[in-house]
Every structure is written in C-alpha cells, then in structure tokens.
Nanobody, 115 residues
C-alpha cells in the first residue's frame, strides 16, 4: 500500500503564493508519475500538473507560467508551487502517485483564494 499526505493549503489573497507538499510512504517504486488535481466547488476533478519519472512536466493551460511541480526523491515528496493565485484557483487539491499500474490519491488539501 501507498499513503499520500498533502499539506500547505490555506487561505491566501489574490496575487499571493502557496506551496503544497505531498509526502509518500509505504511500498514505493522508483518508477512513478506524480501529479496534482484540483476540484472546485460543484465541478469535476481536473488535472493541474504532472511530473513523469523522466522529469517531463505537463500543466493545465489555466496554470501555465504560474504553477511549478517538482519533487525531492530523497524525501519521496512532490511539491506544487503556486504563484499569482487567482480566485478561480480555489478548490481542494489532491496529489496522486501512479506506480505498478495503480493510482493512489491523497486526502486533499483546501486552497482558498479570496480577499
């Protein structure tokens, strides 16, 4: 089993920044894909960013140039640096890990962008 624990969410004003963290534990593979999803109130859960085992990244168009996904392999942790936050970035952010053909999800962390 794999456990993912997110942290770093909170309330921030428009234009502000937050950094989310997601620590993985359990039966981990060195070959994996990490990602972040976001679910806004009343909407479906959508991909925000992903980071492959080779280091390639993908971002949703709405966050390109503002968000950065990165990882620390020694800590089994993936990060999402979010800058220039907008009210439409509000939602619950979930981290994911795909390995051995299985997808694992964290419990989610709330991000609220409001003045």
């Amino acid at each position: 089993q794999v456990q993912l624990v997110e942290s770093g969410g909170g309330l921030v004003q428009p234009g502000g920044s937050l950094r989310l963290s997601c620590a993985a534990s359990g039966r981990l593979s060195s070959i994996n894909t990490r990602g972040w999803y976001r679910q806004a109130p009343g909407k479906q859960r959508d991909s925000v960013a992903s980071l492959s085992n080779s280091g390639s990244t993908n971002y949703a168009d709405s966050v390109k140039g503002r968000f950065t996904i990165s990882r620390d392999n020694a800590k089994n942790t993936v990060y999402l640096q979010m800058n220039s936050l907008k009210p439409e970035d509000t939602g619950v952010y979930y981290c994911t890990r795909k390995q051995f053909g299985q997808d694992y999800w964290g419990q989610g962390t709330q991000v609220t962008v409001s003045s």
